[in-house]
């Protein structure tokens, strides 16, 4: 029988397992918009400021979701995904409202590509501003390079 009395602390989530998946919705629209990662530290900075702050594992950074495109994502709700025949949890959920805006890439979102036969492609139709698109992005058509990496880590991730 479950046992409706439980209760599962931050601190608890936390010493089982460093960062988590975090699935995103936006609320208005029931949209998966991105699945992210959360340490405590980002997970404590979201709480306090109501805006998702996400980890990055590769940089090791914390950062604000929309810093770079104004797209920043307002908490609404928080859940945990539990699988109780399993005994135990699989991710949380962040229900969240979008603010509008647009990356220095002239996107409307940063996240998606199509799968185009055995390539994938910018989807156009996140393209908004094509001249910023065509000058300015990096990434789009192909992997950065070390080099480039190394510059784009200089140019967009401040340590928080």
């Given at each position: 029988?479950?046992?409706?009395?439980?209760?599962?602390?931050?601190?608890?989530?936390?010493?089982?397992?460093?960062?988590?998946?975090?699935?995103?919705?936006?609320?208005?629209?029931?949209k998966v918009v991105s699945l992210q990662e959360?340490?405590?530290?980002?997970?404590?900075?979201?709480?306090?400021?109501?805006?998702?702050?996400?980890?990055?594992?590769?940089?090791?950074?914390?950062?604000?979701?929309?810093?770079?495109?104004?797209?920043?994502?307002?908490?609404?709700?928080?859940?945990?995904?539990?699988?109780?025949?399993?005994?135990?949890?699989?991710?949380?959920?962040?229900?969240?409202?979008?603010?509008?805006?647009?990356?220095?890439?002239?996107?409307?979102?940063?996240?998606?590509?199509?799968?185009d036969g055995n390539f994938f492609r910018v989807?156009?139709?996140?393209?908004?501003?094509?001249?910023?698109?065509?000058?300015?992005?990096?990434?789009?058509?192909?992997?950065l390079s070390e080099e480039e990496d190394i510059?784009?880590?200089?140019?967009?991730?401040?340590?928080?």
């Open positions: 029988m479950l046992n409706l009395e439980r209760k599962i602390s931050i601190e608890e989530l936390f010493e089982s397992q460093a960062v988590w998946p975090v699935i995103v919705v936006e609320d208005a629209t029931n959360i340490n405590i530290d980002a997970f404590r900075k979201t709480l306090k400021t109501g805006q998702c702050w996400y980890f990055d594992k590769v940089n090791n950074v914390i950062y604000l979701k929309g810093e770079h495109s104004n797209e920043v994502e307002s908490l609404k709700k928080v859940t945990l995904d539990i699988c109780h025949a399993r005994r135990h949890i699989r991710n949380l959920h962040y229900r969240v409202d979008i603010a509008d805006g647009a990356c220095m890439f002239g996107m409307s979102k940063c996240d998606f590509y199509v799968l989807d156009s139709a996140n393209i908004i501003n094509k001249d910023a698109s065509e000058k300015e992005c990096t990434r789009i058509g192909t992997l510059e784009h880590q200089k140019r967009f991730i401040r340590k928080k």
